[in-house]
């Protein structure tokens, strides 16, 4: 649950009287997590973080191959052959005391032959293999900062998962509260009304009150084992497993110093900008790998033969010869169809569009900035307020309910005063969940990670 709808909270705890029937009954043996514990749960366990993990180790495998072309190549082959029909030549008949007229068929070569060599190879000069081996270093950098920002965004869903499983169970408990309430109010009518201080329908109308919020009981602790297994999935833990949080929601303020420095932070360590500013490299390396195919290929070679040939399979390895050659191989590519001239533009298109969409990721990313701190300030501001009307929500509540007790208010103004004591505590809690989670916005906007997901691969 990565977001709790303001009208969610509002709906569920203020209707009539706001209250559940009964507490949620966890498992004596649910798994108990605190914040930090979700988090390094999700760190090790998460599919979505474990598959970015073994993308970046792909990008790495990549960089060794891209070296592997620059160095040499070295094969070993071995070939027999069997001559069915041998080949032949013709020589003039005069060779064997014929007319020259006639050519006579002469076989070639053996009934059996045996080849045994090594071949090595060695680039001297290739510009494509140099320059890829740059641009897959520069690939292996962009997968790293990639799973970074996977997990520097497991964690941002994982806390604010947490906090929204954190307001479920407070808006569970604050209901139950409520309907505690409700009944010990219900109670003195009824007595009240057997001394004959109010009338039977200052009963009914408590009653109804009660009643009527029994099905918000219900859906309040369907709400918060919604949320519950929504922290499970994100955290990668099985579906059978029962957990429960640990902790309160309570107000953490942010840190003032990162605040201020903001906007510099999200030009450094944002990672979906360093991942596309790595992105832009790449692209411009495959533009120079793509114009130095119009540059020669030089390569050395050198190779060893152990050969025999023989008309009987008696083949032993004093009838071996070696022979061995080393050179150079020179390549220029003179005309390909227009193909490279054809491969550069598009590689050079490829640079032009990665450079307008880190553009307007920048952009993007400054607005969302903006809205996060926004959001903080807000949110900051209703708690200050919101702090002082819950303070005189309680006070009013225990005023009117004194009052009532001693017959001089009515049972419209309980209602009333337990109304306005619950929302004033919803508006409160939804005040610090919304701080919360847009505390973890903004860490994920400035590539920030809490300590403790640092420590847990």
């Given at each position: 649950m990565n977001h709790i709808p303001r009208g969610y909270l509002c709906t569920v705890l203020c209707a009539a009287l706001l209250l559940p029937a009964r507490a949620v009954s966890q498992n004596e043996h649910a798994r108990s997590l605190s914040l930090e514990d979700a988090v390094r749960t999700a760190v090790r366990n998460n599919p979505e973080l474990k598959s970015a993990a073994f993308d970046a180790e792909k990008a790495n495998a990549r960089v060794r191959e891209a070296w592997g072309y620059t160095m040499p190549n070295i094969s070993v082959s071995g070939q027999y052959a069997r001559a069915?029909?041998?080949?032949?030549?013709?020589?003039?008949?005069?060779?064997?005391?014929?007319?020259?007229?006639?050519?006579?068929?002469?076989?070639?070569?053996?009934?059996?032959?045996?080849?045994?060599?090594?071949?090595?190879?060695?680039?001297?000069?290739?510009?494509?293999?140099?320059?890829?081996?740059?641009?897959?270093?520069?690939?292996?950098?962009?997968?790293?900062?990639?799973?970074?920002?996977?997990?520097?965004?497991?964690?941002?869903?994982?806390?604010?998962?947490?906090?929204?499983?954190?307001?479920?169970?407070?808006?569970?408990?604050?209901m139950q509260q409520s309907l505690?309430?409700?009944?010990?109010?219900?109670?003195?009518?009824?007595?009240?009304?057997?001394?004959?201080?109010?009338s039977e329908y200052d009963e009914l109308r408590a009653s109804v009150g009660v009643e009527n919020i029994r099905p918000m009981a219900i859906q309040a602790e369907t709400n918060e084992q919604l949320a519950l297994d929504a922290l499970r999935n994100i955290t990668g833990l099985p579906p059978g497993d029962t957990i429960a949080v640990s902790g309160a929601l309570a107000f953490e303020p942010y840190d003032a110093a990162v605040l201020a420095a903001s906007d510099e932070t999200l030009e450094q360590t944002n990672p979906n900008l360093r991942a596309l500013r790595l992105q832009k490299d790449v692209t411009e390396a495959f533009v120079s790998a793509e114009r130095s195919n119009y540059l020669p290929t030089l390569v050395a070679f050198g190779n060893y033969q152990y050969q025999t040939q023989k008309n009987t399979f008696n083949i032993s390895t004093n009838d071996f010869i070696a022979s061995s050659m080393v050179g150079l191989n020179l390549s220029f590519n003179l005309f390909s169809g227009f193909q490279t001239s054809a491969r550069v533009e598009q590689a050079e298109t490829d640079v032009w569009k990665t450079e307008a969409t880190l553009t307007n990721t920048e952009n993007n990313l400054r607005t969302a900035l903006r809205a996060a701190r926004g959001t903080l300030e807000q949110a900051r501001k209703r708690l200050d307020a919101q702090d002082k009307n819950v303070e005189t929500a309680e006070r009013g509540y225990k005023i009117v309910t004194t009052r009532f007790l001693a017959g001089s208010a009515t049972q419209l103004e309980v209602n009333d005063a337990q109304l306005a004591l619950t929302q004033a505590k919803v508006n409160r809690m939804q005040a610090i969940y919304d701080y919360l989670s847009g505390s973890a916005d903004l860490d994920l906007l400035l590539g920030r990670i809490p300590p403790y997901a640092m420590a847990t691969e």
């Amino acid at each position: 649950m990565n977001h709790i709808p303001r009208g969610y909270l509002c709906t569920v705890l203020c209707a009539a009287l706001l209250l559940p029937a009964r507490a949620v009954s966890q498992n004596e043996h649910a798994r108990s997590l605190s914040l930090e514990d979700a988090v390094r749960t999700a760190v090790r366990n998460n599919p979505e973080l474990k598959s970015a993990a073994f993308d970046a180790e792909k990008a790495n495998a990549r960089v060794r191959e891209a070296w592997g072309y620059t160095m040499p190549n070295i094969s070993v082959s071995g070939q027999y052959a069997r001559a069915l029909k041998k080949q032949v030549f013709y020589l003039p008949g005069v060779f064997f005391g014929m007319s020259p007229d006639i050519s006579v068929p002469v076989e070639i070569g053996s009934t059996h032959s045996v080849t045994l060599g090594v071949q090595a190879t060695q680039i001297l000069f290739n510009g494509a293999v140099f320059v890829g081996v740059g641009a897959s270093q520069i690939y292996s950098d962009a997968a790293q900062e990639m799973y970074q920002g996977k997990r520097i965004e497991i964690v941002s869903r994982v806390r604010k998962a947490y906090y929204g499983a954190l307001v479920a169970r407070e808006a569970r408990a604050l209901m139950q509260q409520s309907l505690t309430n409700a009944e010990d109010n219900l109670r003195n009518v009824r007595l009240l009304r057997q001394q004959g201080v109010l009338s039977e329908y200052d009963e009914l109308r408590a009653s109804v009150g009660v009643e009527n919020i029994r099905p918000m009981a219900i859906q309040a602790e369907t709400n918060e084992q919604l949320a519950l297994d929504a922290l499970r999935n994100i955290t990668g833990l099985p579906p059978g497993d029962t957990i429960a949080v640990s902790g309160a929601l309570a107000f953490e303020p942010y840190d003032a110093a990162v605040l201020a420095a903001s906007d510099e932070t999200l030009e450094q360590t944002n990672p979906n900008l360093r991942a596309l500013r790595l992105q832009k490299d790449v692209t411009e390396a495959f533009v120079s790998a793509e114009r130095s195919n119009y540059l020669p290929t030089l390569v050395a070679f050198g190779n060893y033969q152990y050969q025999t040939q023989k008309n009987t399979f008696n083949i032993s390895t004093n009838d071996f010869i070696a022979s061995s050659m080393v050179g150079l191989n020179l390549s220029f590519n003179l005309f390909s169809g227009f193909q490279t001239s054809a491969r550069v533009e598009q590689a050079e298109t490829d640079v032009w569009k990665t450079e307008a969409t880190l553009t307007n990721t920048e952009n993007n990313l400054r607005t969302a900035l903006r809205a996060a701190r926004g959001t903080l300030e807000q949110a900051r501001k209703r708690l200050d307020a919101q702090d002082k009307n819950v303070e005189t929500a309680e006070r009013g509540y225990k005023i009117v309910t004194t009052r009532f007790l001693a017959g001089s208010a009515t049972q419209l103004e309980v209602n009333d005063a337990q109304l306005a004591l619950t929302q004033a505590k919803v508006n409160r809690m939804q005040a610090i969940y919304d701080y919360l989670s847009g505390s973890a916005d903004l860490d994920l906007l400035l590539g920030r990670i809490p300590p403790y997901a640092m420590a847990t691969e």
